[in-house]
């Protein structure tokens, strides 16, 4: 059965599988080595899939974690998306070499707005392409605070058109992140080919529950910890499932 299908109301979950969802952010301008350093022992201590980290942090990311099943992903053309081309592959070449395993890349908002849709579709293209060479895997982020549903549902299409392998809700600097009903668009407009991750407000077990009801298989999140501890705690008294009902689905606190 696909990972990508929605699961079925009141099936349990285990922690390990919402560890196996996070992609712990260190993406906080300010954050020094240490800190990233210290957040990439995090991650590995509660068996997260990756870690998204600055592109000047990826080597210090692949040292940190050698031997770890824990993956390094960094950010192409970020916060905004609007490098050229040529620069989003640079960036993409480099973070490969260094050993990035995932990207997460940001479309060409602005060009998305503007409705230059063959521009967008071309730049996802070819940093697919250049990465799936080496088996990396790219995430493109929309960030839908400024789309319609409209253009949600357009830049879904251009994005699985382009060989991306997932798309994504959003940065989480701009003025809102997931949503639910964007998190269902996604997932409904895209096949089974391509997952969906959130982004911006899972600050919380319950909320990363909610995005995996609607179909999202990943979400980025900088309270890894207390999700974690939570799911364990929930895991042990037989309470960790995904939600029975609309009611039940929150995001944010």
Same mark, same amino acid.
Request: proline share 3%.
């Given at each position: ?17 919402? &560890? ?52 390094? !992903? ?73 789309? !319609? ?19 994504? !809700?959003?940065?989480?600097? &701009? ?45 980025? &999140? ?27 689905? !929150?995001?944010?606190?």
């Amino acid at each position: 059965m696909s990972q990508n299908l929605v699961p079925a109301p009141g099936s349990a979950v285990t922690a390990k599988e919402i &560890a196996l969802m996070i992609d712990h952010s260190l993406l906080k301008p300010e954050m020094t080595e240490e800190e990233v350093v210290a957040g990439c022992k995090l991650a590995d201590e509660y068996g997260c899939a990756t870690v998204c980290v600055k592109p000047c942090d990826v080597e210090l990311a692949a040292k940190t974690l050698a031997g770890s099943s824990v993956l390094v !992903t960094t950010v192409i053309g970020f916060p905004h998306g609007h490098h050229l081309a040529e620069v989003k592959l640079l960036e993409a070449d480099a973070a490969i070499k260094q050993g990035c395993k995932e990207l997460d890349l940001v479309l060409n908002i602005g060009r998305l707005l503007s409705g230059d849709f063959d521009l967008v579709e071309d730049d996802i293209r070819a940093v697919c392409d250049l990465s799936h060479k080496s088996g990396v895997i790219v995430k493109v982020i929309l960030e839908n605070a400024y789309l !319609t549903p409209d253009l949600i549902k357009q830049a879904c299409e251009i994005c699985e058109r382009a060989g991306a392998d997932f798309v994504k !809700t959003s940065t989480g600097y &701009a003025k809102t992140g997931a949503t639910l009903d964007d998190l269902r668009l996604m997932r409904a407009t895209c096949s089974e080919n391509v997952s969906v991750k959130a982004a911006g407000g899972v600050r919380s077990l319950d909320s990363a529950l909610s995005v995996r009801a609607v179909g999202a298989i990943r979400f980025g &999140a900088t309270a890894t910890r207390q999700i974690v501890e939570d799911a364990r705690e929930r895991e042990a008294a037989g309470t960790l499932k995904i939600p029975e009902s609309a009611s039940e689905l !929150t995001i944010g606190y």
